[in-house]
């Protein structure tokens, strides 16, 4: 059957391609692996990418040299615990940020000041050196970005980390008290309780595993419990948290600020995978964000072990009064994996993974249950229809189309949310799947430029395949994944390019280059222990404490030479005075585990011990000047 064949026969349900697992064949789905998307051993090619919307897949993604990019992506660095910061169209990665985990390039982890924001333990070693990045997301105003923070969520260790989008730089990192695999995170788009602040003071964290709350070592299953947080975006501290029955996953909100939601797939709170696919619908669950925030400021919650943030009661049984409700449990179809914000701010689209359907919800019924005005809470489904194989995430274009991946399908359908409306209405001649193109392989997440803002632009589709086959030349048994770019412009979608990345990535935004305005050189006074003049250098002893102040100017040190003795502990900080964009200077202290950068006008400082007597040749380590290979400084520590 030919692809053109293919879609004439799924164009109303999108159901055509394959007939859908049946719920009795569900617990086969664990012996499923990545190869169902084609029969037999080799996977099947690509689906040809035709000319659409002014690309073509030669050279859509093309630039010219010295040509920069439309947009920025920001990307999860998966198990590198750090975030690529991508240009696009051209998939070129520009940087990394780290983050979770150590980054010897720029000495992340090593220097005082990153040390600090990641945390350390009472000796001053860092507490974690693991991480887990999944999703991130970036701060709005007026619903849509407004370039002042990103964030990100650590899984492992339940961590979220701020980025400025000024510098590029995570400047916070926050531990959620008893929370294990956070997943889900989303800044809210407004504040509900002051309709005139239409900009994030709120990031929403979803915990993913239900554990014994407090964690203190007794394994009491009636006890396991799901935490969903609320952090300040200015603070970073955590707000409140409200304790649910199931889970979180993802996590959503709304434009007004009044809904935040996370999608369920374990509302049975199984501890083992069998029992968290027993029920046929799970939820998704929606919070009232300011009664909430009064039900804290009433006092009307409790604390849980060591942790002082406040706990409120989203439970069944303690919110089935509609009118005093802290949450509502929307059911849909089976182990959802996803839930996201349609542009027009109406709706949160559920997929169902384990069900081959996608579930709209309107949130103004949502509301009006809140209200009372709603008898039933599943009224406010307003669609539910069949997608394909493996519903995971949902993307817009602004057009009032939306985008899924379906993992097992191998393929990213597009299809209108109002026909869809319309078919489940009763209208079956609404014909609401418009496009389907075949990915390589087992899509996860993916996103459109500006997707979940009011400005959508419906330009660009990027989508994370989790498995790349033969899409790239052979490198052993750990393959990379398989980023690709689709352009969705156009009736029908066009694959772009593919891009290896190594794993394990997830989410991603993108947004327009002129929604940010990064600065190029930092500003001296915002390092409190900054040289301002490299006459201030020298050595400052106070016994066996000793401080080392140098600056850095291209090709030179501010010192040529400085003596220690062994034993001194020793805080080296260093300023670069050079105030040229992209000139950055590196330091290294050779044997003793040192080495970091220094951006123009920046100060970073490390501690080390003087344990090991001799001469060591400090050098720069980023390539500064024609001199380059001649700047350096020697640390002499005599026995």
């Given at each position: 059957?030919s692809?053109?064949e293919?879609?004439?026969t799924?164009?109303?349900?999108?159901?055509?391609?394959?007939?859908?697992?049946?719920?009795?064949a569900?617990?086969?789905?664990a012996?499923?692996?990545?190869?169902?998307?084609?029969?037999?051993?080799?996977?099947?090619p690509a689906?040809?990418?035709?000319?659409?919307?002014g690309?073509?897949?030669?050279?859509?993604?093309?630039?010219?040299?010295?040509?920069?990019?439309?947009?920025?992506?920001?990307?999860s660095g998966?198990?590198?615990g750090?975030?690529?910061?991508?240009?696009?169209?051209s998939?070129?990665?520009?940087?990394?940020i780290?983050c979770?985990?150590?980054?010897?390039?720029?000495g992340?982890?090593?220097?005082?000041?990153?040390k600090?924001?990641?945390?350390?333990?009472?000796?001053?070693?860092?507490?974690?050196?693991?991480?887990?990045?999944?999703?991130?997301?970036?701060?709005?105003?007026?619903?849509?970005?407004?370039?002042?923070?990103?964030f990100?969520n650590?899984?492992?260790?339940?961590?979220i980390?701020r980025i400025?989008?000024?510098?590029f730089?995570?400047?916070?990192?926050?531990?959620?008290?008893?929370?294990?695999?956070f997943?889900g995170?989303?800044p809210?788009?407004?504040?509900?309780?002051?309709?005139?602040?239409?900009?994030?003071?709120?990031?929403?964290?979803?915990?993913?595993?239900?554990?014994?709350?407090?964690n203190?070592?007794?394994?009491?299953g009636?006890k396991?419990?799901?935490?969903?947080?609320?952090?300040?975006?200015?603070?970073?501290?955590?707000?409140?948290?409200?304790?649910?029955?199931?889970?979180?996953?993802?996590?959503?909100?709304?434009?007004?600020?009044?809904?935040?939601?996370t999608?369920?797939y374990?509302?049975?709170?199984?501890?083992?995978y069998?029992?968290?696919?027993?029920?046929?619908?799970d939820a998704?669950?929606?919070f009232n964000v300011?009664?909430?925030?009064q039900?804290?400021?009433?006092?009307?919650?409790?604390?849980?072990?060591?942790?002082k943030?406040?706990?409120v009661?989203?439970?069944?049984?303690?919110n089935?009064?509609?009118?005093?409700?802290?949450?509502a449990y929307?059911t849909?179809?089976?182990?959802?994996?996803g839930?996201?914000?349609?542009?027009?701010?109406?709706?949160f689209?559920?997929?169902?993974?384990?069900?081959?359907?996608?579930?709209?919800?309107?949130?103004?019924?949502v509301?009006?249950?809140?209200?009372?005005k709603?008898?039933?809470?599943?009224?406010?489904?307003?669609a539910?229809?069949?997608?394909?194989?493996?519903?995971l995430?949902?993307?817009?274009?602004?057009r009032?189309?939306?985008?899924?991946?379906?993992?097992l399908?191998s393929?990213?359908?597009?299809?209108?949310?109002?026909?869809?409306?319309?078919?489940?209405?009763?209208?079956?001649?609404?014909?609401?799947?418009?496009?389907r193109?075949?990915?390589?392989?087992?899509?996860?997440?993916?996103?459109?430029?500006?997707?979940?803002?009011r400005?959508a632009?419906?330009k660009?589709?990027?989508?994370?395949?989790?498995?790349s086959?033969d899409?790239?030349?052979?490198?052993?048994?750990?393959?990379?994944?398989?980023?690709?770019?689709?352009?969705?412009?156009?009736?029908?979608m066009?694959?772009?390019?593919?891009?290896?990345?190594?794993?394990?990535?997830?989410?991603?935004?993108?947004?327009?280059?002129?929604?940010?305005?990064?600065?190029q050189?930092?500003t001296l006074?915002?390092?409190?222990l900054?040289i301002?003049?490299?006459?201030?250098?020298?050595?400052?002893?106070?016994?066996?404490?000793?401080?080392?102040k140098?600056?850095?100017?291209a090709?030179?040190?501010?010192?040529?030479?400085?003596?220690l003795?062994?034993?001194?502990?020793?805080?080296?900080?260093?300023t670069?005075?050079d105030?040229?964009?992209?000139?950055?200077?590196?330091?290294?202290?050779p044997?003793?585990?040192?080495?970091?950068?220094?951006?123009?006008?920046?100060?970073?400082?490390?501690?080390?011990?003087?344990?090991k007597?001799?001469?060591?040749?400090?050098?720069?380590t980023?390539?500064?000047?024609a001199?380059?290979?001649?700047?350096?400084?020697?640390?002499?520590?005599?026995?």
């Amino acid at each position: 059957m030919s692809q053109d064949e293919k879609l004439t026969t799924s164009a109303r349900t999108g159901i055509g391609r394959r007939s859908f697992i049946n719920t009795a064949a569900i617990a086969s789905l664990a012996g499923v692996v990545a190869c169902t998307e084609k029969p037999g051993n080799a996977a099947a090619p690509a689906a040809p990418a035709p000319t659409a919307g002014g690309h073509d897949a030669g050279n859509g993604t093309h630039l010219k040299p010295g040509e920069l990019d439309t947009y920025y992506g920001l990307w999860s660095g998966g198990h590198n615990g750090d975030m690529r910061v991508l240009g696009l169209p051209s998939g070129r990665e520009i940087h990394r940020i780290p983050c979770f985990v150590p980054d010897a390039l720029v000495g992340w982890g090593i220097t005082n000041e990153s040390k600090k924001v990641m945390g350390t333990k009472a000796d001053g070693s860092l507490k974690y050196t693991v991480g887990d990045t999944h999703h991130t997301h970036a701060s709005y105003k007026d619903g849509n970005y407004d370039g002042r923070y990103a964030f990100i969520n650590d899984k492992i260790n339940a961590r979220i980390a701020r980025i400025r989008l000024d510098y590029f730089v995570c400047d916070k990192i926050t531990e959620l008290p008893n929370v294990q695999g956070f997943h889900g995170i989303f800044p809210d788009k407004a504040d509900p309780v002051d309709p005139k602040i239409n900009y994030t003071t709120r990031v929403f964290c979803g915990g993913e595993f239900a554990i014994p709350v407090p964690n203190t070592g007794t394994d009491d299953g009636s006890k396991y419990r799901s935490l969903f947080s609320c952090v300040d975006a200015e603070s970073m501290e955590v707000r409140w948290q409200v304790m649910i029955d199931g889970n979180c996953d993802l996590v959503a909100t709304s434009y007004d600020g009044k809904l935040a939601a996370t999608n369920q797939y374990n509302v049975e709170n199984g501890v083992h995978y069998e029992d968290m696919m027993s029920a046929e619908r799970d939820a998704c669950l929606f919070f009232n964000v300011a009664r909430i925030e009064q039900a804290v400021k009433d006092g009307k919650f409790k604390t849980y072990g060591d942790s002082k943030v406040p706990v409120v009661d989203g439970s069944h049984d303690a919110n089935k009064d509609p009118k005093t409700a802290l949450t509502a449990y929307v059911t849909v179809p089976k182990n959802p994996h996803g839930v996201n914000a349609s542009p027009d701010a109406k709706y949160f689209i559920c997929a169902g993974k384990l069900s081959p359907t996608g579930t709209v919800i309107e949130l103004a019924k949502v509301l009006d249950w809140f209200d009372g005005k709603l008898e039933k809470l599943d009224s406010a489904i307003v669609a539910e229809v069949e997608l394909g194989l493996g519903p995971l995430h949902t993307a817009f274009d602004g057009r009032g189309n939306a985008y899924t991946t379906l993992f097992l399908d191998s393929q990213v359908v597009k299809w209108n949310v109002e026909a869809a409306i319309k078919f489940h209405a009763g209208d079956k001649s609404a014909k609401y799947v418009v496009d389907r193109l075949d990915v390589q392989y087992q899509p996860g997440h993916l996103n459109a430029s500006q997707s979940e803002t009011r400005a959508a632009d419906g330009k660009y589709l990027a989508v994370g395949c989790k498995f790349s086959k033969d899409r790239f030349l052979p490198v052993g048994p750990l393959h990379p994944e398989n980023e690709q770019l689709i352009d969705i412009s156009g009736e029908k979608m066009v694959l772009l390019a593919d891009h290896p990345v190594r794993g394990e990535p997830h989410d991603f935004i993108i947004f327009k280059r002129d929604l940010v305005r990064p600065k190029q050189v930092y500003t001296l006074e915002e390092f409190p222990l900054a040289i301002k003049d490299p006459k201030e250098s020298g050595v400052f002893r106070n016994g066996k404490k000793v401080t080392v102040k140098l600056t850095s100017q291209a090709p030179a040190f501010s010192m040529r030479e400085f003596k220690l003795k062994k034993g001194d502990e020793v805080t080296l900080i260093l300023t670069n005075l050079d105030k040229v964009e992209d000139l950055s200077h590196g330091i290294a202290i050779p044997k003793y585990n040192v080495q970091f950068v220094v951006n123009p006008l920046e100060t970073a400082s490390v501690n080390f011990v003087a344990d090991k007597p001799g001469v060591f040749w400090l050098y720069c380590t980023n390539f500064c000047h024609a001199l380059h290979l001649e700047m350096r400084t020697r640390m002499v520590v005599e026995a």
